[in-house]
C-alpha cells in the first residue's frame, strides 16, 4: 500500500512539474516574453522603452535563471526587485508577480479560491449521490415508467449546454419567481447563514444539472454490473434483491462513478467561469478572464497552474479510493 501511494504521488508530482516548465515556457519565451512591458508603457511603447523595462524588472535575463527563481518562489517565496531594488515579497507558494496589480499572484487565488471551493463541493454534497442514486434506481428497474422518465429527462438536459440552462433557472427561479435567494459572495468567516443563503441557489441549479448528467452513466454501469457472474451467484445463493444491489452492485458501480467525479471536480475547480459569470460571483475563472483582457500574463499562469493542481489532485485521491471501493484492484 505504502509503495502505490508513493508512485502515485511520485507521477502527480512529475505531472505537476512538467505543467510548471511548459506553462512557463509558453507564457515566458518567444513572442509573449514582452508582453508585461508592453502592458505597463500602453500605447507609447517602443522597443526601446520594451528593453528598459524588460532589463528594470529583470525580464531580461536568461530563461533558466528566471525558471529558477520561479521554482525558488514555488518553494520557499522570494523578493521581487525592479533595478535591484525590493519592491515586493511574495510568499510560498509563489505563484509569480503581477506588475499590472503590484501584487504577488497568491494573493489575488487566495482571494478568488474561496468562491470556487464553495459552489464546487457545496453543489458537490448534492449531485454525487442523487446522481448515484437515480442512476442505481433507473438501472434497477430497466425498462418501467420511472426508468424511461428519468432517462427522458437525462437525455435532453445532457443535450443542452450547461450555461443555457444555468441563466434560464437563473433568470426565472431567482429573479423571476423568487422561489431561490439572490447569488452573492460573503465570506464564510463573516456570515456563514448569508454565506449559504448567497450560494444556495447555485448549489441547487449547477447540483442539479450535474446529477442529472450522473444518471445514465450510472444507469448503464448498475446494468452491465448486475448481468455478471458474481451477482448472478449471490442471487443463486437466497441474498435478497435489495442486498444484491446496494452491497454487491453497487460497491462495483463505484469505481468508474469516482472516475467520472474526480475528473469533474477538477475540471470544476479548474474553470467554473460559466457559473461565476452567470451568478455574478468572481472566482478564478473572473481572475482569468480579467487577466486575460490585461495581457497580465504572470496572473494567466498562475490561474493555469492551480488549475493543474486541482485536475492532479483529483486523479490522485480517485486512485487511491480505487483500493478502498474495490479491493480488486491491484496496488501496482
Known sequence: ?????????????????????????????????????????????T???????????????????QFGDYIKGVV??????????VTGHCDAPCLGWSYVQSQSVTTMV???????????????FLYIP??????????????????RTLVGVSQVVGNMPYYAVALI???????QWHLLPGTQYIPLTQDPGGWFKGFLGIWLIFGLFNAMLYVRYVRTFMINTLSTDFVRTARSKG????????????????????????????????GSIFTE???????????????????DLPVIAGTVLVGAVFIILANLIVDLLYVVVDPTVKLT
Not at 520557499?76 to 531594488?85: H, L, P, Q
Not at 433557472?169 to 429573479?175: K, P, T, V
Not at 463505484?254 to 474526480?262: D, E, N, Q, R, V
Not at 478564478?284 to 490585461?294: P, T, V
Open 1 to 45: 500500500m505504502i509503495v502505490y501511494i508513493a508512485r502515485r504521488l511520485l507521477l502527480a508530482i512529475s505531472v505537476l512539474f512538467a505543467t510548471i516548465v511548459l506553462t512557463f515556457g509558453l507564457f515566458f519565451t518567444g513572442p509573449a516574453k514582452d508582453a508585461v512591458a508592453y502592458q505597463l508603457c500602453g500605447t507609447k511603447c
Open 47 to 65: 522597443n526601446q522603452i520594451v528593453e528598459q523595462t524588460n532589463h528594470r524588472l529583470g525580464l531580461d535575463r536568461p530563461v533558466i535563471s
Open 76 to 85: 520557499a517565496g522570494r523578493d521581487i526587485k525592479s533595478d535591484g531594488v
Open 110 to 124: 487566495k482571494q478568488a479560491l474561496p468562491v470556487n471551493l464553495a459552489i464546487v463541493f457545496g453543489a458537490a
Open 130 to 147: 442523487l446522481g448515484l442514486l437515480l442512476g442505481v434506481m433507473s438501472g434497477r428497474t430497466r425498462g418501467s415508467p420511472l426508468d
Open 169 to 175: 433557472l437563473n433568470l426565472y427561479l431567482i429573479f
Open 239 to 270: 441474498i435478497s434483491e435489495r442486498k444484491v444491489v446496494w452491497n454487491h452492485a453497487l460497491r462495483a458501480t463505484l469505481a468508474p462513478y469516482l472516475t467520472l467525479i474526480g475528473l469533474d471536480i477538477g475540471l470544476s475547480l479548474a
Open 277 to 295: 459569470q452567470i451568478f455574478n460571483v468572481s472566482g478564478l475563472g473572473q481572475l482569468a478572464i480579467l487577466s486575460l483582457r490585461q495581457s
